[in-house]
């Protein structure tokens, strides 16, 4: 993700002139397509063959990443460790049933609170301050909705069905 309020002014200008130009030619030479946002230009890989790091993933660590995601991009400001450690806490709870018996152990949420923050670091969605963890704004995208439990067998109903 490139954010424009990273860029200098000269920067910026060069960028937003040749926005189009650029985009168009990194999306032909590699396959990434711009998602053009208020905030900034992330290039994003459909195919998902070009990244060592990626969002969302299956599994607990996956599943606990998404959640923390979820968590940190409702928050005003910045959120301590020991938030998302109670949060991973409560979590386990909840979702535990779907987590690896590793992730339900006490004292797991500090690893499972590392690996999310690594995740959503290396993939520029948060950032640390001295308060805590800082949501960045195309964190936004990975905001997750109530969650759905889909039983074998059970047709999914088209999302003119779905509840609100």
Same mark, same amino acid.
């Given at each position: /993700?490139?954010?424009?309020?990273?860029?200098?002014?000269?920067?910026?200008?060069?960028? #937003?002139?040749? @926005?189009?130009?650029?985009?168009?030619? +990194?999306?032909?030479?590699?396959?990434?397509? !711009?998602?053009?946002?208020?905030?900034? +230009? !992330? /290039?994003?890989?459909?195919?998902?063959?070009? #990244?060592?790091? @990626? /969002?969302?993933?299956?599994?607990?660590?996956?599943? %606990? #990443?998404?959640?923390?995601?979820?968590?940190?991009?409702?928050?005003?400001?910045?959120?301590? @460790?020991?938030?998302?450690?109670?949060?991973?806490?409560?979590? =386990?709870?909840?979702? &535990?049933?779907?987590?690896?018996?590793? =992730?339900?152990?006490?004292?797991?949420?500090?690893?499972?609170?590392?690996? !999310?923050? !690594?995740?959503?670091?290396?993939?520029?969605?948060?950032?640390?301050?001295?308060?805590?963890?800082?949501?960045?704004?195309?964190?936004?995208?990975?905001? %997750?909705?109530?969650? %759905?439990?889909?039983?074998? &067998?059970?047709?999914?109903?088209? #999302?003119?069905?779905?509840?609100?």
């Amino acid at each position: /993700m490139l954010y424009y309020e990273e860029l200098t002014d000269e920067e910026l200008a060069y960028l #937003t002139r040749q @926005r189009a130009f650029i985009t168009a030619r +990194i999306t032909e030479l590699t396959g990434l397509v !711009a998602e053009v946002r208020a905030e900034g +230009i !992330a /290039m994003v890989d459909p195919l998902d063959d070009l #990244t060592d790091v @990626r /969002m969302p993933e299956q599994g607990t660590h996956g599943h %606990v #990443t998404l959640l923390l995601a979820e968590h940190l991009a409702s928050a005003d400001g910045a959120v301590s @460790r020991a938030e998302l450690e109670e949060r991973v806490r409560k979590l =386990a709870i909840e979702h &535990g049933g779907f987590w690896s018996k590793s =992730a339900k152990q006490p004292g797991a949420e500090s690893e499972l609170v590392d690996q !999310a923050l !690594a995740k959503l670091t290396a993939l520029g969605l948060v950032t640390a301050v001295p308060g805590g963890i800082v949501p960045l704004p195309a964190l936004a995208r990975y905001a %997750v909705g109530e969650t %759905v439990v889909q039983e074998p &067998g059970v047709p999914r109903p088209r #999302t003119s069905e779905r509840k609100t």
